[in-house]
């Protein structure tokens, strides 16, 4: 089975399993849970249209079989099939070991995905953010931060593509070393909403995008529901920013219980309706959410394989924490989603944070001096020592690279960032990371 190519790079065998696919999508009476008992019992989307007189093993009746059998199915599913040949984007199928771990574990699990970027991002630790299409300025910075955050530890940061929130989280996490999963409740060749326009280009080029929907799947309000599953399923938890009392982002929320994912709110300030959605999550016990911190501590155990911890966690990132949390103190103390720390800081700090604030709001793929701050993160007369260590042992994740060279984690992820940045290395699954040849 191929690793996920374009249709036209499918190799029969996998054309077959695609086909055998469509065929279970779209035969009436089939939900995504079916075919997931089809794909668990059977093993794969082939085998369980060749089965169906025993369909009864994966807990579906007569009828279900019976419709398989007319054929009726062949119609829809030939359009997909016709729209998928001239497609700019990779295949996912459910047999192919790239597809994500966590989520083939869903009792929902999508039979197939279209994918378009860097699907090795599948493979890596991953956290959703999402949030209110109408939010706020505080809460638009508090997700840019936690993104960021988040993303230079080398957790991917996932989100919806929407506006406000989703954007945010997406735009600061695509330039770090975690980066960004966007998906969709369109087709993947259908870019909504407009104006995300610049956010779509480049997660093209750093990032990934998402659809389980055919090509050419319009927005229908009811697909995004259907998608939000997507979004927690492929994540250790979901943090929700800001969220109205009738809120999408509290269907995610939702979701990840059912899915036995952790779920986080920021509480955000009393009788905020923006954020009364939050309040309503932690009082049903949702864990809020201070610090980019709160959370690395909390999913330590599952993100230890991959080298994250606290430690992970850059001092210039905390520093901007804590200048985050003293901007809206007086508004609402230790309720802002950022950590409480001392009110009272020199004007050259407040300077910072006004400089860093703004950073955390601004697209990080928009134009900007990179080469210098790359520069900056990776000093030429440091640089050479960690190359060398990469070009002699091969790959190596960030602790055993770090405790091999005897510097601080947050130091090396620093310098890691910084060589991305100019090319020189390159992430790999895992947060392991090679010198590029």
Known sequence: MPEGFSWTELNEEARTEYWASLALRHCAGLGARSCSRLLRTFGSAYAAVQSRQRWR????????????????????????????????????????????????????APVLLYCQGDMSLFQAP????????????????????????????????????????????????????????????????????????????????????????????????EHFPIRNRIISGLALGVLVVEAASRSGSLITARLALEQNREVYAVPGPALDSHCMGCQELVRQGARPVFSAEDVLHDLAEQLRPFGISQASLSEDEKSVQENTADTHGSEAEGETGCSASSKKRSSKKNNKEDSNTAQTVTPAFQEQPRLDAAEQLAPAERRAFLLDCLRQR????????????????????????????????????????????
């Open 394 to 437: 091969g790959p190596m994740q960030a602790d055993d690279l770090a405790c091999t060279l005897d510097i601080a984690v947050s130091e090396l992820n620093a310098m890691l960032v910084g060589l991305e940045m100019l090319g020189q290395v390159r992430r790999l699954p895992g947060a392991r990371y090679e010198a590029e040849k």
């Open 57 to 108: 093993e994966a807990g579906l009746n007569q009828k279900q079989a019976a419709e398989m059998a007319t054929g009726s199915w062949r119609v829809t599913a030939r359009q997909e099939w016709d729209r998928a040949r001239d497609l700019d984007a990779d295949i996912l199928l459910w047999t192919n070991p790239l597809y994500p771990p966590l989520l083939r574990q869903l009792p929902d």
């Open 126 to 221: 991953a956290f959703a953010i999402v949030g209110s299409r109408r939010s706020t300025d505080h809460g638009r910075t508090v997700a840019a931060h936690m993104a960021r955050c988040l993303s230079s530890c080398g957790v991917t940061i996932i989100s919806g593509m929407a506006l406000g929130i989703d954007r945010v989280a997406h735009e600061n996490a695509l330039m770090r070393i975690g980066r960004s999963i966007g998906v969709l409740g369109t087709g993947i060749d259908v870019m909504y909403p407009p104006g995300n326009k610049t956010v779509f280009d480049s997660m093209h080029q750093h990032g990934l995008l998402v659809s389980e929907f055919m090509p050419g799947a319009q927005p229908l309000p």
